[in-house]
């Protein structure tokens, strides 16, 4: 194992430390409790123009790379 593996690790390992330490918190009650809140159960895009888009996304940058 050479020396950024250790480096690496260490900040993997520090990174999710510090993510569950700060997990443990939970928003204010006025944070959670709004009149404003997003509704998440409907949707606005379909899952077919989602992936209609992301396969011309796709597409897009193969091209581009095979022009370049």
Do not use: H, P
């Not at 993510?19 to 009650?29: M, W």
């Not at 379909?46 to 011309?56: D, F, N, P, T």
Request: proline residues 0%; glycine residues 8%.
């Amino acid at each position: 194992m050479d020396f950024n593996t250790f480096i690496f690790g260490g900040l993997a390992i520090i990174s999710l430390g510090i993510f569950l330490f700060i997990g443990r918190f939970k928003a204010f009650k006025s944070q959670r409790e709004r009149d404003d809140r997003i509704d998440w159960s409907k949707r606005q895009f379909s899952l077919w123009k989602i992936a209609l888009y992301s396969l011309g996304v796709v597409l897009a940058v193969v091209l581009l790379t095979q022009m370049f």
